[in-house]
C-alpha cells in the first residue's frame, strides 16, 4: 500500500510542469531510482545492490522517462500520422499490426496510428521497460505492467467524456487532476507501485 501512494504521488510530480521549477525532473529521477532500488533489494550485500540500482535505473529510464507520444490519447485521435509514433519500435509494431490484419477476419481490421495500434505500441514501450525485470525477478505481475497503461489512460478518457464537468472542477484544479491524461497517470503510478509492492 505505501509502494502504490508513494508512485501515485511520484508519477503526479513526475509528470507536472510546475513542480520541475522546485525540483527538477534529474532530481526527481534520481529519487525513483533509488527508491526503486531499495524495493528490489532483499539483500544488503554490495553486489546485489549494484544489481538492484542497474535494474531500477534501467526501468526508470525506459518504462518512466520514455516519451509517451502519441499513445496518451489512449488511440482516440484518428489524426495522427507516422511521424508521431517515431521510435525504433514503430516497424516491429507495424509488422505486428499488419500479420494481425492478415490473420484476422476484416471486421477486426487494425487501423495504424490509431485505436487498439496505440494499445500495441504501448504495450511494446512498457515490455522495453521491465524486460530485465522478467529474468531477475521472474513474475506474472510485470505483465500487468507491460499492458495496463492503455486501458488506464482509455478509462479516464471515457470517464472525462461522460463528466466534462470534471474539467471545470475547483477541487480537481487545485490538485492538478482537472484533465484525463494526469489522472490517468496518477492511477497507472499506483499499479506500479502495487505491482512492485507485491513482488
Known amino acids: 500500500m505505501i509502494s502504490s501512494i508513494f508512485w501515485f504521488l511520484w508519477r503526479r510530480l513526475y509528470g507536472w510542469g510546475d513542480f520541475k521549477k522546485i525540483l527538477s525532473r534529474t532530481i526527481q529521477t ?31 529510464i525506459q518504462y518512466w522517462s520514455r516519451a509517451v507520444g502519441e499513445i496518451i490519447d489512449a488511440g482516440l485521435n484518428p489524426c495522427q500520422g507516422r511521424k508521431s509514433y517515431d521510435m525504433w519500435f514503430r516497424p516491429v509494431c507495424n509488422w505486428i ?5 492478415w490473420i484476422l477476419p476484416d471486421k477486426f481490421y487494425i487501423h495504424k496510428y490509431y485505436g487498439v495500434y496505440d494499445w500495441i505500441y504501448s504495450a511494446m514501450r512498457n515490455f522495453i ?7 531477475l525477478y521472474p513474475s506474472w505481475l510485470w505483465w500487468i505492467l507491460v499492458f495496463c497503461m ?20 475547483t477541487i480537481l484544479k487545485y490538485i492538478t487532476l482537472n484533465e484525463p491524461k494526469n ?3 496518477v492511477c ?9 509492492g507485491l513482488l
Do not use: R
Request: glycine share 4%.
Open 188 to 196: 497507472h503510478g499506483a499499479v506500479f507501485g502495487f505491482v512492485v
Open 129 to 135: 521497460g521491465v524486460l530485465p525485470t522478467l529474468f
Open 150 to 169: 492503455y486501458p488506464i489512460y482509455l478509462f479516464w478518457y471515457w470517464v472525462f467524456d461522460k463528466c466534462p464537468n470534471l474539467y471545470s472542477s
Open 30 to 60: 534520481i529519487i525513483a531510482i533509488v527508491v526503486l532500488a531499495w524495493q528490489f533489494t532483499n539483500d544488503y550485500d554490495w553486489q546485489t545492490i549494484a544489481i538492484s540500482l542497474a535494474l531500477a535505473t534501467w526501468v526508470i
Open 97 to 101: 499490426v499488419e500479420f494481425l490484419n
Open 183 to 185: 489522472c490517468a497517470e
